[in-house]
């Protein structure tokens, strides 16, 4: 795969040292260290239960961590994440989406994407009270805002459904559509839970050049997957977590070559399924 | 980003595109073959007359007991006697037979239900948008119309007022989803702020008003910061707590609040200075008009100040609906977790909605206390909490007309039973009932989004949350 030009690739963007995680006895994520480098697209893959959803969660500040750091390398310089919360993660850069989508399904496709530049509104509209009185610059701001969600909802190829109830889009659009409220966040890291489920075979294809169209514009990006076929083709870096512990941490074919992510996740005729050949040209 | 060009579209999987309208075009393939929809099979009268029967029977299991039988006290008040009433049982099970097998028929016979098409809903739409300058435009004339008496003035105030308390309370419920069945303690805040403050330092009314409007935001925040853990049933439990806490303040704050006696010989409101005295004299609003003296212009002038706060409550919901804010509220109604991964301050969002609901129903409180000259915590009870939520549910969570077409209905209905005397509460029950078998979701049940590229079309309210609390 070749390296993009836009960014290093020996800097990380997420940092995450020796996690731990405990709910009452059970150890969801036990030491777990990796970094995300920046500009890359960095996978987190293992069998159900193995802690990547906590991990994300961790990430995101729903959870806090019963130890270890989680460090952001932000625009805004270092920020450890374990220590912030919730909301001030996002606010720090890094967007998510669920695994069971969460739009606000009745609102617009629209309105979704301009909740989700609140901050960056709320900025503009002094305390609310020059909003309401129809003065200052909200009216530029919110110009914008809809300037930032078109642009999004082009990518995303939604924008004919711009003015339709997210909760009536067909499930393929509304996981599109997540990503792209997330990103209308300006994300530096985002955080993709499983953004290929149930998705059919043409709409996974989609949803990995969006990825990359995504990576593209400098927002590197974590996903957690279990479409294999996506994760080996697009991911940078892959790591193999198993009942809360890190078992493996490389490049796709390295990982994808480890006995004991063989043994613990891939299984042996999974090979065979695993696309042969990486990603046609021009990955970004 | 070049945008959508770097994403060219897939190839079609396999040959003819099929497009899942269900209909098959020409070459197109696969599909459910569709044959001539059979008609349902309709139930015959026998079975009608059957289910009637049955209606019938379980009718008059209950009725023998209840109206078949009665007791009496006896001649002479010695001992009671036993009556028997068959002749109204029989005509009770034959009206429960007879609706039943109605009932029955028309469901069996009556024509088939048209769907509902994109057309009938544009022009529901359509009257949507004149049904409320209609309304605006008789409450504003209202007063001035000839017909108009001095009880349909006051009752006019009356409706009014709880329009502006279900508006109130609309942002809390309706836009941020948060079940608030205390809203009646802010009312009394606002009452309470403007009656002790005019009685003892002999502030005017219009000081007074922003100061009950602030204590009453005071209050919403105070209640906001216990509960912003809460969800659902248990935020409802904790705030319907805090309405009975204020009312019981209220009532045991003697050296205050005068306790249950309350707070009377509270000053009126005047027009920029000028007094509504029945009696005229210099300084007098008639005086300076050269109005002959009379009792309804300060009627009319209460009818006009409670229209133009309730405007403004409405004019502010309406903007505030257009803002971050208000978006941050309706997003925070269908999903609090998504709005917390977007950087969304829930604590600060969930405040603000408890801290504007509270300002708007302290400003009708401070209303209230001018308008009755006298306040006292018997006005603040929990049934005003609930009859205001019920304008709140009944109109449409989150619809400002249906809210206000919700209290003209309720509590306009309430007066207009007041001839069927001890039957009004079963009668008002019964609608409520009615109302919301027929329309589940409130009067107004769609949502009309607050920003679009192109047309506005309103969101089925199917779609649209509840909120959890």
Same mark, same amino acid.
């Given at each position: 795969m070749s390296a993009p030009s836009?960014?290093?690739?020996?800097?990380?963007?997420l940092e995450v040292r020796e996690l731990v995680m405990r709910f009452g006895g059970l150890?969801?994520?036990?030491h777990v260290t990796f970094n995300a480098m920046a500009g890359d697209i960095t996978a987190v893959i293992g069998p159900n239960g193995a802690g990547k959803t906590t991990v994300f969660n961790l990430i995101t500040g729903f959870y806090k961590p019963s130890a270890g750091e989680i460090i952001l390398h932000g625009p805004g310089g270092q920020k450890p994440l374990h220590a912030t919360v919730g909301h001030r993660i996002a606010q720090s850069g890094v967007a998510r989406t669920f695994q069971n989508i969460r739009l606000f399904p009745g609102m617009t496709v629209l309105e979704n994407l301009l909740v989700a530049q609140h901050n960056t509104l709320q900025a503009a509209t002094g305390f609310g009270i020059a909003a309401v009185l129809g003065l200052g610059r909200y009216r530029q701001a919110e110009r914008e805002a809809v300037a930032l969600a078109r642009r999004w909802l082009e990518a995303t190829r939604l924008i004919e459904r711009a003015d339709d109830p997210a909760g009536a889009l067909p499930y393929g659009a509304q996981r599109r559509l997540e990503i792209a409220r997330a990103m209308c966040t300006n994300p530096v890291l985002l955080c993709l839970d499983e953004p290929a489920a149930g998705l059919n075979p043409r709409e996974s294809e989609e949803l990995a050049e969006l990825i990359q169209l995504i990576r593209a514009e400098g927002c590197s990006i974590l996903l957690i997957e279990h479409d294999m076929g996506v994760v080996m083709r697009i991911s940078d870096r892959v790591v193999v977590l198993d009942h809360g512990r890190k078992i493996a941490d490389g490049t796709p074919a390295a990982v994808r070559a480890d006995e004991r992510v063989i043994a613990a996740y891939? /299984?042996? /005729?999974?090979e065979d399924d695993a696309p042969a050949a990486p990603a046609p040209e021009g990955v970004a | 980003m070049s945008g959508a060009s770097r994403l060219p579209e897939g190839?079609?999987? @396999?040959?003819v595109p099929h497009n899942d309208d269900g209909v098959p075009e020409?070459?197109?393939? @696969? @599909?459910i073959p569709r044959g001539p929809e059979a008609a349902p099979p309709r139930p015959p009268v026998a079975h009608a007359l059957r289910d009637a029967g049955i209606s019938a029977l379980v009718a008059l299991g209950l009725f023998v007991p209840l109206v078949g039988l009665r007791t009496d006290v006896g001649p002479g008040g010695g001992g009671l006697i036993l009556r028997t009433r068959w002749a109204d049982v029989a005509i009770l099970v034959a009206i429960v037979f007879a609706g039943r097998l109605a009932m029955n028929l028309w469901s069996a016979y009556r024509p088939a239900k048209k769907p509902r098409t994109v057309l009938r809903t544009a022009q529901i739409a359509r009257i949507g948008t004149f049904v409320a300058p209609l309304f605006l435009g008789f409450a504003v004339l209202m007063p001035l119309l000839p017909w108009t008496t001095r009880y349909g003035l006051d009752l006019g105030v009356l409706v009014l007022t709880y329009v502006m308390l279900g508006w109130g309370l609309n942002i809390v419920v309706g836009l941020a989803g948060l079940l608030d069945l205390g809203y009646v303690a802010f009312y009394a805040v606002g009452a309470y702020t403007y009656a002790l403050l005019s009685t003892t330092y002999g502030l005017s009314f219009w000081v007074c008003l922003p100061l009950a409007g602030i204590f009453a935001a005071f209050a919403g925040v105070l209640l906001g910061f216990p509960v912003l853990r809460l969800r659902g049933d248990y935020l409802a439990i904790v705030t319907l707590a805090f309405g009975e806490i204020i009312r019981v303040v209220l009532l045991n704050w003697v050296s205050l609040t005068g306790g249950p006696n309350g707070i009377s010989g509270i000053p009126r409101p005047s027009f920029f200075g000028l007094s509504f005295s029945a009696g005229g004299g210099p300084g007098t609003f008639s005086d300076f008009f050269g109005l002959e003296p009379s009792p309804t212009h300060r009627a009319v002038f209460l009818y006009y100040l409670i229209l133009v706060l309730a405007l403004l409550t409405n004019w502010v919901t309406i903007r505030l609906r257009r803002q971050p804010l208000g978006r941050a509220w309706e997003a925070l109604r269908e999903d609090e977790i998504a709005c917390r991964a977007l950087g969304i301050n829930v604590t600060n969002t969930k405040l603000t909605a408890f801290a504007i609901g509270a300002m708007f129903g302290g400003f009708a409180g401070a209303f209230f206390a001018t308008r009755q000259a006298f306040v006292s915590p018997e006005s603040f009870t929990f049934i005003e909490s609930a009859i205001i939520l019920a304008i709140v549910v009944l109109g449409g969570l989150g619809s400002q007309l249906g809210v206000a077409i919700a209290a003209l209905v309720l509590i306009g209905g309430f007066e207009a039973f007041r001839d069927l005397e001890e039957y009004r509460m079963l009668v008002f029950g019964a609608a409520m009932v009615v109302i919301m078998v027929w329309r589940p979701r409130g009067l107004v049940s769609t949502r009309r989004p607050s920003v679009a590229l192109g047309e506005r079309r309103a969101i089925s309210g199917d779609l649209v949350g509840e909120g959890h609390g």
């Amino acid at each position: 795969m070749s390296a993009p030009s836009h960014a290093p690739r020996d800097v990380p963007i997420l940092e995450v040292r020796e996690l731990v995680m405990r709910f009452g006895g059970l150890t969801a994520v036990n030491h777990v260290t990796f970094n995300a480098m920046a500009g890359d697209i960095t996978a987190v893959i293992g069998p159900n239960g193995a802690g990547k959803t906590t991990v994300f969660n961790l990430i995101t500040g729903f959870y806090k961590p019963s130890a270890g750091e989680i460090i952001l390398h932000g625009p805004g310089g270092q920020k450890p994440l374990h220590a912030t919360v919730g909301h001030r993660i996002a606010q720090s850069g890094v967007a998510r989406t669920f695994q069971n989508i969460r739009l606000f399904p009745g609102m617009t496709v629209l309105e979704n994407l301009l909740v989700a530049q609140h901050n960056t509104l709320q900025a503009a509209t002094g305390f609310g009270i020059a909003a309401v009185l129809g003065l200052g610059r909200y009216r530029q701001a919110e110009r914008e805002a809809v300037a930032l969600a078109r642009r999004w909802l082009e990518a995303t190829r939604l924008i004919e459904r711009a003015d339709d109830p997210a909760g009536a889009l067909p499930y393929g659009a509304q996981r599109r559509l997540e990503i792209a409220r997330a990103m209308c966040t300006n994300p530096v890291l985002l955080c993709l839970d499983e953004p290929a489920a149930g998705l059919n075979p043409r709409e996974s294809e989609e949803l990995a050049e969006l990825i990359q169209l995504i990576r593209a514009e400098g927002c590197s990006i974590l996903l957690i997957e279990h479409d294999m076929g996506v994760v080996m083709r697009i991911s940078d870096r892959v790591v193999v977590l198993d009942h809360g512990r890190k078992i493996a941490d490389g490049t796709p074919a390295a990982v994808r070559a480890d006995e004991r992510v063989i043994a613990a996740y891939l /299984g042996e /005729g999974d090979e065979d399924d695993a696309p042969a050949a990486p990603a046609p040209e021009g990955v970004a | 980003m070049s945008g959508a060009s770097r994403l060219p579209e897939g190839p079609h999987v @396999g040959g003819v595109p099929h497009n899942d309208d269900g209909v098959p075009e020409p070459g197109e393939m @696969g @599909g459910i073959p569709r044959g001539p929809e059979a008609a349902p099979p309709r139930p015959p009268v026998a079975h009608a007359l059957r289910d009637a029967g049955i209606s019938a029977l379980v009718a008059l299991g209950l009725f023998v007991p209840l109206v078949g039988l009665r007791t009496d006290v006896g001649p002479g008040g010695g001992g009671l006697i036993l009556r028997t009433r068959w002749a109204d049982v029989a005509i009770l099970v034959a009206i429960v037979f007879a609706g039943r097998l109605a009932m029955n028929l028309w469901s069996a016979y009556r024509p088939a239900k048209k769907p509902r098409t994109v057309l009938r809903t544009a022009q529901i739409a359509r009257i949507g948008t004149f049904v409320a300058p209609l309304f605006l435009g008789f409450a504003v004339l209202m007063p001035l119309l000839p017909w108009t008496t001095r009880y349909g003035l006051d009752l006019g105030v009356l409706v009014l007022t709880y329009v502006m308390l279900g508006w109130g309370l609309n942002i809390v419920v309706g836009l941020a989803g948060l079940l608030d069945l205390g809203y009646v303690a802010f009312y009394a805040v606002g009452a309470y702020t403007y009656a002790l403050l005019s009685t003892t330092y002999g502030l005017s009314f219009w000081v007074c008003l922003p100061l009950a409007g602030i204590f009453a935001a005071f209050a919403g925040v105070l209640l906001g910061f216990p509960v912003l853990r809460l969800r659902g049933d248990y935020l409802a439990i904790v705030t319907l707590a805090f309405g009975e806490i204020i009312r019981v303040v209220l009532l045991n704050w003697v050296s205050l609040t005068g306790g249950p006696n309350g707070i009377s010989g509270i000053p009126r409101p005047s027009f920029f200075g000028l007094s509504f005295s029945a009696g005229g004299g210099p300084g007098t609003f008639s005086d300076f008009f050269g109005l002959e003296p009379s009792p309804t212009h300060r009627a009319v002038f209460l009818y006009y100040l409670i229209l133009v706060l309730a405007l403004l409550t409405n004019w502010v919901t309406i903007r505030l609906r257009r803002q971050p804010l208000g978006r941050a509220w309706e997003a925070l109604r269908e999903d609090e977790i998504a709005c917390r991964a977007l950087g969304i301050n829930v604590t600060n969002t969930k405040l603000t909605a408890f801290a504007i609901g509270a300002m708007f129903g302290g400003f009708a409180g401070a209303f209230f206390a001018t308008r009755q000259a006298f306040v006292s915590p018997e006005s603040f009870t929990f049934i005003e909490s609930a009859i205001i939520l019920a304008i709140v549910v009944l109109g449409g969570l989150g619809s400002q007309l249906g809210v206000a077409i919700a209290a003209l209905v309720l509590i306009g209905g309430f007066e207009a039973f007041r001839d069927l005397e001890e039957y009004r509460m079963l009668v008002f029950g019964a609608a409520m009932v009615v109302i919301m078998v027929w329309r589940p979701r409130g009067l107004v049940s769609t949502r009309r989004p607050s920003v679009a590229l192109g047309e506005r079309r309103a969101i089925s309210g199917d779609l649209v949350g509840e909120g959890h609390g």
